[in-house]
């Protein structure tokens, strides 16, 4: 059996190496012809699935793993009985960890405070009810949008899309949808970019075409009075270079690239292919150990202050924006690869629960922003 990987899947060799011939790949240079004899394919988001690609190959499995299935012709699949794995929610905490780390620089960077500020939630899965119930702990007025959840449960705690952009912080959580009833595609537009207010915090770390770039570089060369943070963009990786450089903090599609999120998305894809091969699994992760993972923290400071402090020490979000800015001093041929070339060489990034916060008295409040967060107390 030949399986062809994504070179990016982490422990992709010692997962699935078992089943067969493993080859590792590009996964923008994955093509028809390579498949030809393959059986198995192993994709991350970069990989356009569909019959161009699976045509006349003896591929019966795909498995991708990422959350985000827009990448995968999921009809030509099921036409063909081709079997279909994807790895939902592995990177969830991740994503979530991602969003308060980039409110945190914003907010510390413009002095801006938590009191009496709103969020909006526009897609509430699995990344989005994590961003819930830490937005929650720190009492933040949480205004949720998801239109296919409303119809599902009837709840009244849904508000409108024009509701959640109206909140002091805007951030995308919703699948890419070209077509529907629940179109995401752009989604955030021309027509109602405009409701958000100055000062705003635009977060979007879903998929590019869920904003305009256009129509948001517009707004940000003829009135630049919002935050943004963007993590994902259209054109990937030849995004737009205008866009880049206006960004408040800007990174090449990395929000889920904790370690721990890329793992369980080789784990849960792993699992699925043992059950479709009825294997017993018989691989698991050693994780490196984390140094350093105790911080000590202040009770005399803020909630704020302390979790900037323990974000910085985390993972400090300006680096990543750094990185991807000094492309602009590149050729514009240039761009694309480094651009990929950021994800491929990505350091090591761990998530909040392998951290320790050592602090002398804490309050039920802190405590339960730390339990949300995952952070590990020592008194």
């Known amino acids: 059996m030949k399986l062809i990987i ?46 161009n690609l699976l045509k006349d190959t003896k591929v019966k499995f795909v498995g991708t793993a990422t959350i985000g299935t827009d990448h995968i012709d999921k009809a030509y699949l099921g036409k063909n009985k081709i079997a279909f794995a994807d790895a939902a929610g592995c990177n969830s905490y991740a994503v979530a960890e991602y969003v308060f780390a980039a409110i945190l620089k914003i907010f510390a960077k413009n002095k801006i405070k938590f009191t009496d500020k709103s969020i909006g939630i526009i897609g509430v899965g699995n990344i989005g009810s994590k961003v819930k119930k830490i937005s929650d702990a720190l009492g933040l007025k949480v205004i949720l949008n998801d239109p296919p959840l409303k119809r599902k449960t009837g709840s009244s705690e849904f508000a409108s899309l024009e509701e959640a952009l109206s909140a002091d912080i805007v951030t995308f959580h919703v699948p890419l949808d070209k077509t529907g009833i629940d179109k995401t595609y752009h989604l955030l537009n021309d027509n109602n970019i405009g409701l958000l207010k100055k000062g705003t915090l635009l977060i979007n770390s879903s998929r590019g075409p869920v904003v305009n770039n256009n129509a948001l570089l517009r707004k940000l060369k003829t009135q630049n009075d919002i935050f943004t943070v963007l993590d994902v963009w259209e054109n990937e990786p030849a995004i737009n270079s205008e866009l880049l450089e206006l960004a408040s903090l800007a990174t090449p599609h990395i929000a889920g690239y904790s370690l721990e999120g890329k793992v369980n998305g080789t784990v849960m894809v792993y699992e699925k292919l043992c059950r479709f091969l009825n294997k017993k699994p018989s691989w ?83 405590k339960n922003i730390f339990n949300q967060l995952r952070l590990k107390l020592l008194e």
């Not at 010692?14 to 059986?39: H, P, S, Y």
């Not at 979790?307 to 514009?332: G, H, P, Q, T, W």
């Open 284 to 366: 698991k992760p050693v994780y490196p150990e984390v140094q350093n993972n105790v911080i000590d923290v202040d009770s005399e400071n803020s909630y704020q202050e302390m979790l900037e402090k323990i974000f910085s020490r985390v993972y400090d979000i300006e680096n990543d924006n750094s990185k991807l800015k000094s492309s602009l001093n590149l050729a514009a041929e240039e761009r694309p690869k480094y651009f990929d070339l950021l994800r491929k060489e990505y350091p090591y990034r761990r998530e909040l629960n392998n951290y320790f916060v050592k602090i002398n008295s804490y309050s039920e409040k802190l």
């Open 6 to 51: 994504d070179e990016n899947i982490s422990f992709g060799k010692e997962a699935f190496g078992q089943f067969g011939e493993t080859m590792l790949v590009n996964g923008r240079k994955i093509t028809n012809e390579l498949l030809r004899d393959a059986e198995i394919l192993i994709i991350r988001s970069i990989t356009k699935v569909d019959e």
